[in-house]
């Protein structure tokens, strides 16, 4: 099973804060509405850079979230397994997640 297919039985690692994450993605959508609003409206550069990282900082703290659950759920789950090719599938996930994080 591909990182993108789930079964039916699946909790994903966030499921328990699914809507804590949803109510956080409006806020951010949100705030990338009116750094839209800032841009149409020619305001200030140093004030349309001020938003766009509150909206990056809000992003990366979730996608550190969303990374603490998948550890905490999808990878200890398949630690306690019994298959070491989904323990080196996890483990691949989470340093390329973490790559892709720091860039």
Avoid: F, W
């Amino acid at each position: 099973m591909s990182a993108t297919q789930v079964s039916e039985e699946h909790v994903n690692g966030y499921t328990a804060n699914k809507d804590a994450h949803l109510r956080r993605l409006a806020r951010i959508e949100g705030q990338i509405r009116g750094i839209s609003r800032l841009v149409d409206s020619d305001t200030y550069c140093i004030d349309v850079l001020t938003q766009i990282s509150a909206a990056t900082a809000a992003l990366r703290s979730l996608s550190l979230q969303l990374l603490d659950e998948h550890v905490r759920h999808c990878v200890t789950e398949a630690l306690t397994g019994d298959d070491p090719d989904e323990i080196e599938i996890k483990l691949t996930e989470v340093t390329t997640t973490i790559q892709r994080l720091i860039k």
